[in-house]
């Protein structure tokens, strides 16, 4: 038997791809099967990774050599799917968000437990080096006390909108474009700033078609009483990501144009810091990959995923009641 985890792909569309180009990057991980209701896609997805292709979600299941699915179905068969997984013994790496609703994302969280499979999160963003250079800062001491923090995602999704697809309905994914891509940057400010502890959202539909907000914002308090905001748009010029951390000793800000830079309490001057490129993707997977052999744990499991969920649909549930939500409600 391979000594790499051998892996099923579930859901196939064009980020289950890009999840498996990034797989092939680990040294220990292998696309064996994989499975979707068109036999087209399954057919073509076959050949470009040269594994098998089953016919049906429970043949894939069925093999006894298989380890584990990375599953990239749609949110509400999530928790369907990481069942029948489960209960066959199967590791589960799951792309965010875990699912639509805070009940789904514990419940799938309990199966994998009681299962004994390793449930493993897609949130790539939070292990790209400006956040990873950050977060190492904030823990020396070198940051104070955290403060304030402020994240935009904006991208340009005129002409590109797919009329029906599911990723763009409220049914689908509901409060749009905060928990389409808004969700990364809540991860990576509960990495930074700890656990969000309410929520207020505002949110519009300006351009795109459909019956989801294109544009939304979160104003969020931490626990720690520190506050941050994050404005998400599809509605935007073009591709734009914002994370500027804000302590009482320094300052870090980012954008994707301008890279990081580091200021300190008294001084006017920026330190640009230059950081070597990493491979996110592949090192979540390669991680996933080496916890299902038993070495650690993935960096953000069930609990994880359930609590950023929480924090926007928190928000989406501030925009229809026009209220601070609070996210201890979102458990309730």
Not at 120 to 143: H, N, S, T, V
Not at 204 to 216: E, F, H, I, T
Not at 246 to 258: L, R, V
């Amino acid at each position: 038997m391979s000594s790499k985890v051998r892996v099923g792909v579930i859901g196939i569309g064009w980020w289950s791809n890009v999840l498996a180009a990034a797989a092939q990057r680990t040294d220990n991980l292998e696309i064996a099967n994989c499975f979707t209701r068109s036999e087209d896609k399954r057919t073509a997805f076959a050949e470009e990774f040269n594994c098998n292709a089953a016919e049906t979600y429970e043949a894939l299941l069925d093999d006894p050599d298989l380890d584990g699915i990375i599953n990239t179905t749609p949110n509400h068969v999530h928790l369907d799917t990481t069942r029948q997984a489960a209960e066959k013994g199967k590791h589960v790496f799951l792309d965010k968000p875990i699912a639509n609703t805070v009940s789904e994302g514990l419940e799938i969280t309990r199966v994998c437990k009681d299962a004994g499979v390793v449930l493993g999160m897609g949130y790539q963003r939070r292990r790209e080096p400006q956040f990873r250079w950050i977060k190492d800062r904030i823990e020396a001491g070198d940051f104070g006390i955290m403060v304030q923090a402020e994240a935009n995602i904006s991208r340009d999704r005129a002409g590109k909108f797919e009329p029906g697809h599911w990723r763009y309905t409220a049914e689908g994914m509901p409060g749009g474009v905060m928990l389409q891509i808004g969700l990364h940057y809540v991860d990576v400010l509960e990495m930074l700033l700890g656990p969000v502890a309410e929520v207020s959202g505002m949110a519009s539909q300006l351009v795109l078609p459909g019956d989801n907000p294109d544009v939304g914002s979160l104003l969020m308090k931490h626990e720690n009483g520190a506050v941050s905001t994050l404005n998400t748009s599809y509605a935007s010029a073009s591709e734009h990501y914002v994370m500027n951390i804000y302590g009482k000793k320094a300052s870090g800000f980012y954008d994707d144009q301008q890279g990081l830079r580091y200021l300190t309490q008294g001084s006017d001057t920026e330190t640009r810091i230059d950081l070597p490129k990493s491979d996110a993707i592949a090192d979540e997977l390669a991680e996933w990959g080496r916890a299902v052999r038993g070495e650690g744990a993935p960096e953000v499991g069930g609990a994880g995923g359930t609590q950023s969920l929480a924090v926007v649909l928190g928000g989406v549930r501030s925009v229809k009641e026009g209220r601070t939500v609070k996210i201890a409600e979102m458990f309730g």
